[in-house]
């Protein structure tokens, strides 16, 4: 059966067999392909400004883009001592031009006499006081597109102009008109892929209005009700696959079904010194219900960096272990592993349960008799990297899993685990908070517990930013502090491409500062390139008060805890995203001393950084690139918690990937932004979740259209689910 919609791309008016060629490379075979090929832009009458308004602007200090269109009056080579293209326009207000010095003579080719274009670019001013571009972006119109555009307002579509396409000759015009074409006369063909319920209730548009205004737009808003459409489409469809992968891990009721016994829980708290926080028994509550069922646990905790998520792991192991089973902790670092280890054994100290440790880098006897004590069920709690999870660890009775800093691990990693024969139950921890847009998307099949507040003894941690100019005022006050029982990490930057490079540059970096500043003191030096047992080594003697200062690079970043150490002094904190920042932030105020964190960075980056308002609603993607770091750091100064923090780091991230979508097994999304349309997001997942929840085989005569769409078009991505 062969619908029109499946014909090729050839027989449209102006393709033919070569066009549809180079349409095919860029993956338009058929018409529907075509009609699905939509605009990356689009002109619209409100966004157009005028030679004399942008002019104004200019003076007035406007430093963004614009969009003016002009036809072309003439055009000149200037030979001075380099060539400069110059092409001047005209519009309703005036007269502004346009110069290239590279490229110059395809730039020459494309301007000819009496054509219309539309500039985009940030203006300036000549000496003269003219509008000038420089090298901008233009996109060409044709006279009658100008004409619609000037007087009735039409919006004109641009799309993507691919170079397979314009090797067959194919520019920005034909290729409007191609498309426009083909909407005009097959859109109405197209199939609902969204059920009639759907569409009704949320009041979206049908697919062939949708697609006809995506191309052929009749109003700005009936243009954002189109790109709602589709918007909803993909996002309800990825809910789909969220909810079908919570479905079925919920559906498993292979799970151990564990008993909490009270007694080994409440002589371990009897031992701690001090009280869990309210936030700790809220989350525990909800991680015992998830234990004592017979679904397996599949929990995110997460709680920002000292919120005292260890403890609560170690009571969900004290429950798996007090049923006979293993339990097994996996960190990130061989350093975390080896600190949770002793961290653990200490607070375990009195009762007889069996600890063990499993790294890469272990002696090979240690790690032999670790191993044999894993398999025959001598060892109740298993401590290691993912090193634990790859092959030749065998556990005996493995029932809970706790994965701990999850940023570090990837979603299939923790399914590969999962799918190792175990159905134990799965506790993830992360100290880099999920923002709310990814918790109902990547990480949707988990349920998620927060730690959202902190032990109450602590203090918000001072941040400041200053100047590598102003590193003798910072040595000093490590020095000083340091007279009242303070210790500090420098934390110095690895600029270096190479390992060998990097090493040095620490090292020096080490015996300069020892040799000078602190040559009263005493100074340690942790880097990566260090065994895991040397590196314990110097942690140790830190955590001791071996030393005043530790110089380090990054490794300490994640999870260490000396609550000593209320000083960290990051080097060059530009380079750094900001959960790193944070994380490193984290490594101080873990006791009741004022704790300082100082960034230093190079003088350019403060500046007028200071005065940023962090609504950057209002900046252009391509300010926000330029600001960035700025951004960053402004947002350490001005907040302490890392959920303000992750969600101010996924807006600077921008719409890329957000999802690091290949390990999540998620399709990657062409029309919505996930930060952006949240408020779609949130109403797709609910639509999504409801309809899987009544009805997850899709077996139902009006949800028979998603089956197929699953099947159809997301198969791929369908791994983790159970349909058809
Ligand atoms: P994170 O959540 O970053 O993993 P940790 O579990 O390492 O935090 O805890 C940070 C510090 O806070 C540890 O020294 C821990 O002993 C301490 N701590 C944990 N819970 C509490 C509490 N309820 N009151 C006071 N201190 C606590
Ligand atoms: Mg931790």
Same mark, same amino acid.
């Given at each position: 059966?062969?619908?029109?919609?499946?014909?090729?791309?050839?027989?449209?008016?102006?393709?033919?067999?070569?066009?549809?060629?180079?349409?095919?490379?860029?993956?338009?075979?058929?018409?529907?392909?075509?009609?699905?090929?939509?605009?990356?832009?689009?002109?619209?009458?409100?966004?157009?400004? *005028?030679?004399?308004?942008?002019?104004?602007?200019?003076?007035?200090?406007?430093?963004?883009?614009?969009?003016?269109?002009?036809?072309?009056?003439?055009?000149?080579?200037?030979?001075?001592?380099?060539?400069?293209?110059?092409?001047?326009?005209?519009?309703?207000?005036?007269?502004?031009?346009?110069?290239?010095?590279?490229?110059?003579?395809?730039?020459?080719?494309?301007?000819?006499?009496?054509?219309?274009?539309?500039?985009?670019?940030?203006?300036?001013?000549?000496?003269?006081?003219?509008?000038?571009?420089?090298?901008?972006?233009?996109?060409?119109?044709?006279?009658?597109?100008?004409?619609?555009?000037?007087?009735?307002?039409?919006?004109?579509?641009?799309?993507?102009?691919?170079?397979?396409?314009?090797?067959?000759?194919?520019?920005?015009?034909?290729?409007?008109?191609?498309?426009?074409?083909?909407?005009?006369?097959?859109?109405?063909?197209?199939?609902?892929?969204?059920?009639?319920?759907?569409?009704?209730?949320?009041?979206?548009?049908?697919?062939?209005?949708?697609?006809?205004?995506?191309?052929?737009?009749?109003?700005?808003?009936?243009?954002?009700?189109?790109?709602?459409?589709?918007?909803?489409?993909?996002?309800?469809?990825?809910?789909?696959?969220?909810?079908?992968?919570?479905?079925?891990?919920?559906?498993?009721?292979?799970?151990?079904?564990?008993?909490?016994?009270?007694?080994?829980?409440?002589?371990?708290?009897?031992?701690?010194?001090?009280?869990?926080?309210?936030?700790?028994?809220?989350?525990?509550?909800?991680?015992?219900?998830?234990?004592?069922?017979?679904?397996?646990?599949?929990?995110?905790?997460?709680?920002?960096?000292?919120?005292?998520?260890?403890?609560?792991?170690?009571?969900?192991?004290?429950?798996?272990?007090?049923?006979?089973?293993?339990?097994?902790?996996?960190?990130?670092?061989?350093?975390?592993?080896?600190?949770?280890?002793?961290?653990?054994?200490?607070?375990?100290?009195?009762?007889?349960?069996?600890?063990?440790?499993?790294?890469?880098?272990?002696?090979?006897?240690?790690?032999?008799?670790?191993?044999?004590?894993?398999? *025959?069920?001598?060892?109740?709690?298993?401590?290691?990297?993912?090193?634990?999870?790859?092959?030749?660890?065998?556990?005996?009775?493995?029932?809970?899993?706790?994965?701990?800093?999850?940023?570090?691990?990837?979603?299939?990693?923790?399914?590969?685990?999962?799918?190792?024969?175990?159905?134990?139950?799965?506790?993830?921890?992360?100290?880099?908070?999920?923002?709310?847009?990814?918790?109902?998307?990547?990480?949707?099949?988990?349920?998620?517990?927060?730690?959202?507040?902190?032990?109450?003894?602590?203090?918000?941690?001072?941040?400041?930013?200053?100047?590598?100019?102003?590193?003798?005022?910072?040595?000093?006050?490590?020095?000083?502090?340091?007279?009242?029982?303070?210790?500090?990490?420098?934390?110095?930057?690895?600029?270096?491409?190479?390992?060998?490079?990097?090493?040095?540059?620490?090292?020096?970096?080490?015996?300069?500062?020892?040799?000078?500043?602190?040559?009263?003191?005493?100074?340690?030096?942790?880097?990566?390139?260090?065994?895991?047992?040397?590196?314990?080594?110097?942690?140790?003697?830190?955590?001791?008060?071996?030393?005043?200062?530790?110089?380090?690079?990054?490794?300490?970043?994640?999870?260490?805890?000396?609550?000593?150490?209320?000083?960290?002094?990051?080097?060059?904190?530009?380079?750094?995203?900001?959960?790193?920042?944070?994380?490193?932030?984290?490594?101080?105020?873990?006791?009741?001393?004022?704790?300082?964190?100082?960034?230093?960075?190079?003088?350019?980056?403060?500046?007028?950084?200071?005065?940023?308002?962090?609504?950057?609603?209002?900046?252009?993607?391509?300010?926000?690139?330029?600001?960035?770091?700025?951004?960053?750091?402004?947002?350490?100064?001005?907040?302490?918690?890392?959920?303000?923090?992750?969600?101010?780091?996924?807006?600077?991230?921008?719409?890329?990937?957000?999802?690091?979508?290949?390990?999540?097994?998620?399709?990657?999304?062409?029309?919505?932004?996930?930060?952006?349309?949240?408020?779609?997001?949130?109403?797709?997942?609910?639509?999504?979740?409801?309809?899987?929840?009544?009805?997850?085989?899709?077996?139902?005569?009006?949800?028979?259209?998603?089956?197929?769409?699953?099947?159809?078009?997301?198969?791929?991505?369908?791994?983790?689910?159970?349909?058809?």
């Amino acid at each position: 059966m062969t619908d029109n919609l499946s014909q090729s791309v050839q027989y449209l008016k102006s393709v033919g067999p070569k066009r549809a060629e180079s349409f095919k490379k860029i993956g338009i075979i058929n018409l529907r392909d075509l009609l699905f090929y939509f605009p990356s832009r689009y002109l619209d009458r409100s966004t157009i400004l *005028n030679v004399v308004k942008t002019n104004q602007l200019i003076i007035n200090g406007y430093e963004g883009e614009v969009t003016i269109i002009g036809k072309v009056e003439d055009t000149e080579l200037i030979r001075r001592r380099k060539q400069i293209f110059k092409v001047t326009f005209k519009d309703s207000s005036g007269y502004f031009d346009c110069v290239w010095f590279h490229g110059i003579k395809y730039f020459q080719n494309r301007f000819q006499i009496g054509e219309y274009f539309a500039i985009s670019s940030k203006p300036v001013l000549t000496r003269y006081g003219h509008v000038q571009f420089v090298h901008p972006d233009f996109d060409k119109i044709d006279s009658k597109e100008s004409e619609d555009f000037l007087h009735t307002g039409k919006i004109i579509p641009f799309y993507p102009l691919p170079k397979e396409l314009k090797q067959t000759n194919i520019g920005d015009l034909s290729l409007r008109r191609i498309i426009r074409s083909a909407a005009e006369e097959y859109a109405d063909e197209l199939k609902e892929t969204l059920p009639a319920y759907l569409i009704e209730n949320h009041k979206l548009i049908n697919i062939s209005e949708a697609v006809k205004e995506i191309h052929i737009p009749s109003s700005q808003s009936n243009l954002v009700e189109a790109k709602n459409r589709f918007k909803f489409e993909e996002l309800f469809y990825l809910e789909c696959m969220v909810a079908l992968r919570k479905y079925k891990i919920k559906s498993n009721i292979n799970g151990v079904p564990f008993i909490v016994h009270p007694e080994p829980i409440k002589k371990f708290l009897d031992s701690l010194p001090f009280e869990l926080t309210e936030s700790q028994l809220s989350v525990l509550s909800e991680i015992r219900k998830d234990m004592e069922s017979r679904q397996p646990m599949n929990r995110l905790l997460q709680g920002d960096v000292g919120s005292g998520k260890t403890i609560v792991a170690l009571i969900a192991c004290l429950i798996a272990v007090s049923n006979g089973y293993q339990a097994s902790i996996m960190a990130p670092t061989e350093i975390l592993a080896n600190q949770h280890f002793l961290n653990i054994k200490k607070l375990l100290s009195d009762t007889d349960l069996k600890i063990e440790l499993v790294l890469g880098g272990q002696k090979k006897s240690k790690k032999d008799s670790a191993l044999e004590n894993i398999k *025959n069920s001598e060892a109740d709690i298993v401590i290691g990297t993912h090193a634990l999870f790859e092959g030749m660890v065998e556990f005996k009775k493995l029932g809970l899993v706790i994965i701990d800093e999850q940023h570090r691990f990837g979603v299939a990693q923790r399914a590969r685990l999962i799918e190792k024969g175990f159905r134990p139950d799965v506790l993830v921890m992360t100290a880099t908070p999920i923002p709310r847009t990814l918790s109902m998307t990547v990480y949707g099949d988990l349920d998620i517990s927060t730690i959202d507040k902190m032990p109450l003894n602590r203090k918000v941690i001072k941040t400041h930013i200053t100047s590598d100019r102003n590193l003798p005022d910072v040595y000093n006050f490590v020095i000083d502090k340091s007279k009242e029982g303070y210790q500090s990490y420098i934390v110095f930057p690895l600029v270096e491409e190479s390992e060998k490079l990097e090493l040095k540059a620490a090292e020096d970096y080490y015996s300069k500062l020892k040799d000078t500043y602190f040559k009263d003191l005493h100074v340690g030096l942790l880097h990566g390139r260090m065994k895991w047992q040397e590196k314990e080594e110097t942690m140790l003697q830190f955590a001791e008060k071996k030393f005043d200062v530790l110089i380090s690079t990054t490794v300490i970043e994640v999870g260490i805890d000396v609550p000593a150490a209320n000083i960290i002094v990051i080097n060059d904190a530009f380079r750094f995203g900001l959960s790193q920042l944070h994380q490193l932030r984290g490594r101080v105020g873990r006791s009741d001393k004022q704790a300082y964190c100082i960034l230093i960075t190079k003088n350019e980056f403060i500046g007028k950084a200071k005065t940023f308002d962090f609504n950057f609603e209002y900046m252009s993607r391509a300010e926000i690139e330029r600001n960035k770091s700025k951004i960053r750091l402004n947002a350490m100064v001005k907040y302490p918690s890392g959920f303000d923090l992750s969600e101010i780091d996924l807006k600077l991230r921008g719409p890329g990937d957000i999802f690091g979508t290949k390990q999540s097994g998620l399709p990657d999304l062409k029309f919505a932004d996930i930060v952006e349309d949240s408020s779609i997001l949130l109403e797709a997942k609910n639509a999504a979740f409801e309809i899987v929840e009544d009805d997850p085989r899709f077996d139902k005569e009006e949800n028979r259209i998603i089956k197929n769409k699953l099947l159809e078009d997301y198969s791929d991505n369908l791994k983790y689910s159970t349909i058809g």
